[in-house]
């Protein structure tokens, strides 16, 4: 696992439930545009998050498209933050931001192919 | 913010150079997702002052343009303008030929400054072409960075070899490599988005 994925899931696990635009994940987890992007359409790919547009709230609005953990998605997440949690000796540190950043070990959310 | 329209204008339009690197079937969607960020970044009160808000919102406009050669499913890129891969194909060996003819100046004359000035002309001819069908622009950079630094070190060599009392051939080898080492641990933190 990549150290901007662990970041963004991070980001969607502070509120697994509550849907997040690109902006907002960009600031939560303090990625660019460029890293950011690609990233949620892998997990969209792999069906570990979903995305839906919004209704413009009035006229000229532009629509967000709005990303959210599946349930599939929320396991998978919680499962390789504690391996990489475990892997850094440090299994207590699973709330978010409290893992310190590096490479992480790989695990089910096929890497080399995320971030 | 004075000016807004036109920096959205400028904003939208790197957006949308960034998408015509996608497959047609999914252009328009990213198009929408990403431009409708544009006016909250410019909008986002928590950026001050004003300025850095435009800087911010442009910056994100043009990292698309890095985003689309990561993304899943792209297609494979062409080059601007190009239908076939005749012209990429013949500025590869042009390239290729100029980049053998600089190396031999170079050898010859490796005191010409100017020989080096063409030589790294020469490899961004050739890396240009192959970046565009391999891949991003971090990896055109890279390829040039590369092909220019292992250049340079491969005629540094050679003139260490041939006059292996001077001192300055040894320094320009160490450069080079640190160049190199250089450009991996910043390609590195790139990509780890860490120091």
């Not at chain 1, 995305?51 to 919680?78: D, H, I, N």
């Not at chain 2, 996608?22 to 544009?38: D, M, N």
């Not at chain 2, 072409?129 to 092909?147: E, K």
């Amino acid at each position: 696992m990549t150290v901007p994925l662990e970041r963004v899931l991070r980001a969607f696990l502070e509120d697994p439930t509550a849907p997040r635009y690109g902006y907002d994940l960009m600031r939560a987890a303090s990625l660019h545009s460029g890293t950011l992007y690609p990233l949620l359409a892998r997990l969209e790919h792999q069906k570990l998050v979903a995305s839906a547009w919004e209704t413009p709230q009035r006229e000229g609005q532009r629509p967000r498209k709005y990303y959210r953990l599946t349930s599939e998605g929320g396991r998978a997440a919680w499962l390789e933050l504690a391996r990489a949690a475990r892997h850094q000796g440090a299994p207590g540190r699973l709330l978010p931001g409290t893992l310190a950043p590096g490479r992480l070990a790989p695990g089910p959310l096929a890497p080399g192919t995320l971030g | 913010m004075k000016g807004e329209r036109a920096l959205l204008r400028a904003g939208e339009y790197l957006v949308g150079f960034a998408c015509r690197r996608l497959p047609p079937e999914i252009q328009g969607e990213r198009y929408r997702e990403w431009a409708a960020e544009l006016p909250a970044i410019l909008h986002d009160r928590e950026i001050r002052p004003a300025p850095y808000r435009a800087v911010r919102m442009l910056g994100y406009a043009a990292d698309t343009l890095r985003g689309t050669g990561l993304m899943p499913g792209r297609g494979r890129p062409r080059l601007a303008g190009t239908a076939s891969p005749l012209w990429p194909g013949l500025l590869v060996v042009a390239g290729s030929v100029a980049v053998v003819w600089d190396v031999r100046d170079t050898v010859r004359a490796p005191g010409h400054w100017v020989n080096y000035v063409q030589l790294a002309w020469a490899l961004f001819l050739v890396a240009w072409p192959i970046s565009q069908y391999a891949g991003s622009t971090v990896r055109m950079t890279g390829l040039i960075v590369i092909g220019g630094g292992l250049a340079g070190l491969v005629v540094c060599i050679w003139t260490a070899v041939q006059a292996p009392g001077d001192w300055v051939n040894y320094v320009s080898v160490f450069l080079l490599l640190v160049l190199v080492l250089v450009w991996y641990l910043v390609r590195r933190w790139v990509r780890t988005g860490q120091a």
